[in-house]
């Protein structure tokens, strides 16, 4: 549904709106603008009162739309303009308090919103007013100013502009201008002034000028620049002679006017050219009165334009120009004044201006940004035209041929830019052997290295997708070149890896075989059973294949018992009297083969009996000892020539008396066992290498997960078992206990089945954009695809193809265009009429132009656009060039000749031509100056000479067949390193001339080649292992070591050698634990031999006697066995005694036992802590004998002597060993362990496990060994382009990266990353553009000339200061007229006139200079400045002067200046100020006048006091060496001399007002440590109060004097007692 509605309020009609939905907006404006309507409406009632109202409120309502409503106040007003009642007005008038409105709802702000223009520049303060005010104080860091900005209110739907008070209605209007700061005003600073030049006459009154120039332009409200020409008045060094005119004259030409075409008849110029000797300062007006005003028009409405012409056609026409003679004084005057030159030339033939013109726009080319990046950057596009005409003599230049423009500015509409990242394939397979020195290499077997290697990968780059883009475009990791991903660093290439070894494990020592046991003893069967013996593993490599060595001994025996019963007895006890028969109490526990308490269920014979029979001896009795222990068995196993026997024996302790139990016989004191009877064979299960994991036929469906997702099948593997004979053979399975059984069978996960990885191919690279060139090889294009993830388990092979090639899709060639020139036309000379009217001649001759067409031709000879040989065709041919018809006066010459044959190279040919007719005796013609009779020139020669030049380069190695990924020793065929390789030299081609020409004429290349060689780098070489050194420890464990030592150092960059000891020799070690037999010799002692007492007579058998036994020195064996040595072999201090006392009972004695063993100490020897020993009574003594000695013995604990501690102590670490395939990586390093006890003494282990000490020591541990990693580059990457693509200064340049640096005794990586390589060397050619002429005017003084400069084609070798640039041919170079049009290459310029005011030449460029605060800058380009002052030549010409000129323009590299007051010394109260750039330079601007220093200085009232003068400040001070005596009113009064310091300065000083003077006796008391006169001239108080002091004591004195006269005269009268007169002294010296 809609509607049309039309709109009014009081600005008239806004829209017709139609569609709610499109034209919403409308209705919004419409209610907002009535909400604004006007106020204070007054509707009349009669002439005294009327209704006033207010503003209507804001619409007000529930919802938003048309439902709202607004009020506003109405109130009656009287006239006056006081408030009354309602009912004074008329109520039928009464405006309406209450209307509806349409309520804005808030998402209409959407409609609506603020236009903000960018800020305007920042403008001070004062230009809002228009007034500048003097600076009276000098800105430090910124000046205050206002910039501005437009606010507009815009629709949103189609950007146009409404009122500004319906967006005020949604938010508040921003601002409109703002403070900003302007930097500081800076300036005009111009430079110090020249020397006054010259006088301008040499006699009589002149002028002389001085000049200066502009630094720096006034900026930010600076001070103006002040004139740069000083003139003063000069004379000439001598009068002007009389009658001699006082005025010069010059001759002065005009401009040229503008080329113009003549009449068809030539008929219509009629006019004549005058001269104005006026004052006229037009110097380029031409007077020229013509009868037909109509005649001129423009030339341009006479010929059609085509936009693209089929040719080129040139009009001749003609230009004139105006001559005078100009006085001196700058009045013209008379032509004849400046008859002494020749009549100048007034006209000349010329070219008709042609114009530049273009094709159309073409379109614009994709934007640059075509994706939303973080660069906020816009992107730009261009586009371009082609020229259809070139510009000619003057035409209109031509426009830009290509324009830039910004494009997708925002950007938000863009989709993300593409993301580059590194990838990387899997990891190749580990390899060892590059970590191998070649000479290693060739001895190791490679198939069997294992343990530390190194492994590779390749990295690429990718375009990684875009979340946002839909899923068919996406890309997964397509390849792209890797410089997209040059910002970010590389994923590793290399890293360690390790192959596995063969399984290596370090043992335990074997335990003690044990008893006779069942196999299972939880379930014994038969009578049949195993002695076994066992150890354990320590440490274990990690190599899954592969098991440790068996663990566990058996040998079969008999009768196995797997619990004991073990009896313990207690005291026989008589059955009726002390001594006789009786019984023992004892009791059994059941215990296992290891000793330990197990419940007596599991003993499954019968229990011992509880009691036994015993008997205790009579006094008379025979007593005999207890059996000893049984002594070690003499075999550990029965053969069938030996068994193992062992034996224990008795003593006799008493002998029995009478009707005693007698003794035993000797036989029956000893007692012999077999033992070890089981036979010499030891059994025990080996076991293979687990074979490959193989699919499980129990169960094929089981999968093996990994972090909860499932990878791959669980399979099985499976090893053999066998029971092995040692020394044999394999045997029945039943040899061996079947509880020592490994495993056969285990699971395992199935190697994955992985497919061939590749990666997608990446792009087509680029084919050329352009045309192909004739006879040009066709273009290819290639890509490529990486392999990431190799097949492995029967999974899919990888392609065989992963780089592809193809020839570009046929290119256009390029097309084939050329000139076509037409005839030359006659040669045209300015028509006749004209040379008539300006040189009064009549013949038709002298200098003209000839013209010629130009058309385009295609491949065909067809017709085409001059475009398209402008751009195909190269350069343009002339189509002018000038002629001149002969007068009748000028010299007649032959035509040229042909050139003469050349002989060869280095010869010249010529041609010639002679004078003819009345030429051959005019004098002029005879000047071959003029009109040469023969010219020469060089001929052709293709000879040409080579000349190396630079330096040989680097030397490079053949490149491999096929690059692999890391040149390094990553390969068993390794990249080659050193060998022979090649070098170039670049060889310069010149000609004949010495110019360089194209190197391909000298050599096909362009180099010189020779071959060369990189030494090949040689390792460290050591010597082979050493034997094995002793044992370090003799006894314990200990290490032994072997050694390598230095060979042969390294050499150009081998592996080098390990570190060096203090002999600089290189060393390497290795050590292994070793294990010393303590007890190697040991002395072995056989039973006491009976007891012998030598009696005497029938004396009784008993007491002491003396038992001998018999000791030697055994040699251990490693299975048990011994052989006697010589007794020095054992240690002699331990050798038991080999006789001792023994005591045999008598009859009726106490017989005891022997003392049992010492008991245990504390175990740590404590202080005061006893040992005790016991024994028991075997026989009480008889009634009446002596009673039985001490039970029981106790002694001290005494450390080291009576009482030992143990401890567990490790030898030193062996060094990491390693499996004897590998070179490094994983391994175990070892040390042993050793019970020691506290005097040193090595113990047996197991007797710290029986105290129960705590070993916490680890005797095998993992190490590492470093891998020795060679460096590891990556390839060379391709030769780069030439640095420069001419001459003798290109290198090209390839690199390559360290990916791995050497590590340990690595192979170094090499010095050389970059490698350069000449460039061939071939001609630069270029147009070289040469300085500006002269100002140049032809045939005169002064006026109107031209400046030009050169455009010539010239050769060099790339360094212009080596080889300076050789003109050539113009053809090498290109099209000449293409580049007259980009360059400017002819100027007008003036050559003022003697007495002309004019301006001086250009001043240099200022230096750039930035605006700077405190010395900073916060601006990168800066501006420099120059300008042209004027020069006054003869007063009378002051008020003709032009204004001085001054140009700036933006530079770069500036910097910061600041100016600074600089003054000279004082003379006669002046000196010199200036002001002064920080670089030295004096300059006028800048500083801030305020603080100018005084340049004189005034002193009031003057400075006429002798050695007084005026101070800067304007006081009257005194000279050095004396001192200022003021007065009251602050004045100097006269200067003193200051004490103490010499001078030979004297004056008469002057008094004031009763001061006192100074005279000659002040010079003296300067000479007194305590001067009585002040530098002031006064007398200083102290002085004051010994004067006073010394009047005191004169009156003193003379009153004493007084009293003693008067007592003399008194006493001559009357004389009194005379006594003694005492004084005592005061200290006064006068006493």
Known sequence: MGWTMTLKDDFGVIAWAGGTGNYLSFFVLWSLLLIHVRTDIVFHMDHQFTWKTGQWGHCMGEDCGSGGVQSRTVWCVHTEGWTTHHSHCNHMDKPESRRHCFKVCNWHQDLFEWELSPWEGCVLVPFFSNELKLRTAECITAQHGIQRRKVQCMRTSNRTTVTSRICDFFSQRPPVEQACLIPCPQDCVVSDFTSWSGCSRTCGAGLQHRT????????????????????????????????????????????????????????????????????????????????????????????????????????????????????????????????????????????????????????????????????????????????????????????????????????????????????????????????????????????????????????????????????????????????????????????????????????????????????????????????????????????????????????????????????????????????????????????????????????????????????????????????????????????????????RTRTVLALPGKGGKECPGAPALEEWRVCNDHPCLVFYWEVSTWGPCIHDTVDLNRTYFRNSTATCALGAQIRKVSCMKMNG??????????????????????????????????????????????????????????????????????????????????????????????????????????????????????????????????????????????????????????????????????????????????????????????????????????????????????????????????????????????????????????GQGLRYRAVACVDQQGRLVEPTLCTDTGYMVEVCHIPCPLDCKLSDWSAWSACSSSCGGGLKVRSKWLREKAFNGGRPCPKLDLKNQAQVNEALPCHSECNKYEWRIEPWSICTINTVGDSPSCGEGVQSRKIRCVKKGKSGEVSTVEDSQCDQEEMPPRAQVCFLACHNDCVLSPWESWSNCLPQCERGSERNRSRQILRLPAVGSAACPEMIQSESCSLNTTCFTYQYQVSEWSTCRLSENAICGGGARQRLLDCVRSDGQIADLQKCEQLGLVMDWKLVENCVVDCPVSCVLSDWSPWGECSHTCGNQGQSVRTRRILQDAHEEGRPCPNQLIQTKPCPISPCYMWLLSDWSPCTIEGADCGEGFRRRNLSCVIHKGNWTESPPVPVAEEFCGDKLKKEIQQDVAQPCFVPCQGDCHLAE??????????????????????????????????????????????????????????????????????????????????????????????????????????????????CRCEKGYTEVMTTHGFLDYCTRTPGVDTNLKADVKTNSGRLKPSQGRDRLTEWTLRPVGPDGRVKLWVYAVTAVGFILILFIIAFSFLVCKSGKIAKTTPPPQKPLTLAYDGDIDM
């Open 212 to 647: 200066r120039h502009v630094l720096t332009m006034p900026m930010y409200g600076g001070a103006s620049c002040p004139n740069l020409t000083e003139t003063r008045t000069c004379s000439g060094s001598v009068g002007c002679p009389s009658g001699e005119d006082e005025y010069q004259y010059s001759l002065k030409v005009g401009a040229w006017s503008e080329c113009r075409l003549p009449h068809h008849k030539d008929t219509l110029i009629n006019g004549r050219t005058t001269v104005d000797f006026s004052s006229n300062k037009e110097n380029n007006t031409v007077m020229l009165h013509r009868h037909a005003s109509h005649y001129r028009q423009d030339h341009h409405t006479h010929r059609h334009h085509q936009k693209y012409p089929m040719s080129w056609e040139l009009e001749v026409g003609y230009q004139t120009r105006q001559v005078r003679c100009t006085r001196s004084d700058g009045k013209n005057t008379m032509l004849s004044l400046c008859a002494k030159y020749n009549s100048p030339v007034t006209y000349q033939a010329c070219v008709m201006p042609r114009d530049c013109y273009t094709s159309d726009w073409l379109s614009w080319s994709p934007c640059s940004k075509t994706c939303r990046s973080t660069d906020l950057s816009p992107g730009y596009r261009l586009r371009s035209r082609v020229l259809t005409q070139i510009p000619l003599s003057g035409g209109k230049q031509c426009p830009i041929l290509e324009e830039k423009e910004a494009c997708n500015i925002i950007g938000d509409l863009l989709p993300n830019c593409p993301r580059y990242e590194w990838r990387a394939t899997d990891w190749d397979e580990c390899l060892v052997s590059p970590l191998l020195s070649r000479l290693d290499r060739r001895r190791a077997n490679i198939t069997r290295l294992c343990g530390g290697g190194v492994q590779t990968r390749k990295t690429y780059c990718v375009q990684v997708p875009d979340d946002s883009t839909p899923h068919h475009r996406k890309e997964v990791s397509r390849p792209v070149t890797a410089r997209l991903c040059g910002g970010q660093e590389a994923p590793v290439a290399i890293k360690n890896c390790s192959i596995p070894c063969q399984h290596r494990c370090l043992l335990s020592r074997w335990s003690p075989w044990g008893s006779c046991v069942h196999d299972n003893c939880k379930d014994p069967e038969g009578k049949k059973g195993f002695i076994q013996r066992r150890r354990e593993v320590l440490w274990a490599s990690s190599s899954p294949l592969d098991v440790c060595p068996h663990l566990v001994e058996s040998i079969p025996c008999e009768e196995p018992a797997c619990y004991l019963w073990q009896v313990q007895q207690g005291k026989c006890t008589p059955n009726k009297s002390s001594c006789g028969p009786g019984t023992v109490v004892q009791s059994a526990k059941c215990i296992n083969a290891e000793g330990e308490d197990v419940p007596m269920t599991y003993c499954t014979e019968d229990p011992p009996l509880t009691q036994v029979p015993c008997e205790v001896a009579c006094p008379a009795d025979c007593v005999v000892s207890v059996w000893s222990s049984w002594s070690l068995c003499s075999h550990s196993c029965a053969s069938k020539t030996a068994e193992g026997r062992q034996s």
């Open 729 to 978: 053979g394999s045997v029945v399975s039943k040899r061996c206990p079947d509880s020592a059984r490994p495993e056969t069978i285990r699971p395992c996960v199935l190697p994955c089945v992985k497919d061939c990885i590749v990666t997608p191919f990446s792009e087509w690279t680029a084919c050329p954009s352009t045309c192909m060139p004739e006879n040009a090889t066709s273009a290819t294009q290639s890509r490529h695809r990486t392999i990431i993830q190799r097949s492995a388990n029967g999974g899919q092979e990888c392609p065989d193809t992963l780089y592809e090639e193809r020839e570009c899709e046929s290119l256009a060639a390029c097309p084939i265009y050329r000139w076509r020139t037409h005839k030359w036309h006659a040669c045209t000379l300015v028509p006749n009429s004209v040379q008539r009217s300006l040189s009064q001649t009549a013949e038709s001759c002298g200098n003209g132009l000839e013209t010629r067409g130009l058309s385009c031709v295609g491949e065909n000879d067809e017709a085409a656009n001059l475009t398209e040989c402008l751009r195909w065709a190269g350069p343009l041919p002339a189509q002018i060039r000038a002629c001149r018809v002969a007068c009748k006066d000028d010299c007649t010459l032959t035509a040229w000749s042909k050139f003469s044959e050349c002989i060869g190279c280095g010869s010249f040919q010529s041609r010639k031509r002679s004078l003819t007719g009345r030429s051959k005796k005019k004098v002029q013609c005879l000047d071959e100056a003029l009109y040469p009779l023969e010219e020469k020139e060089a001929c052709p020669c293709e000879e040409y000479l080579s000349q190396p030049f630079g330096n040989w380069s680097d030397c490079i190695l053949r490149e491999p067949s096929t690059p692999g990924l890391l040149h390094s020793w990553m390969s068993q065929q390794e990249v080659k390193e050193c």
């Open 1402 to 1515: 250009w001043s240099s460029w200022s230096s750039c200079q930035l605006t700077c605060v405190e010395g900073r800058s916060f601006e990168s380009t800066g501006r420099q400045s120059r300008s042209r002052a004027v020069i006054i030549q003869v007063p009378e010409n002051q008020d003709t002067c032009p204004q001085q000129v001054f140009q700036t323009q933006p530079c770069k590299g500036g910097q910061c200046y600041s100016y600074q007051w600089r003054t000279g010394g004082w003379s006669n109260n002046e000196r010199a100020v200036w002001c002064q750039r920080s670089d030295g330079v004096i300059v006028t601007g800048g500083c801030f006048p305020q603080k100018r220093p005084s340049m004189i200085r005034h002193c009031h009232p003057p400075c006429a006091k002798p050695f007084s003068h005026c101070t800067s400040s304007g006081v």
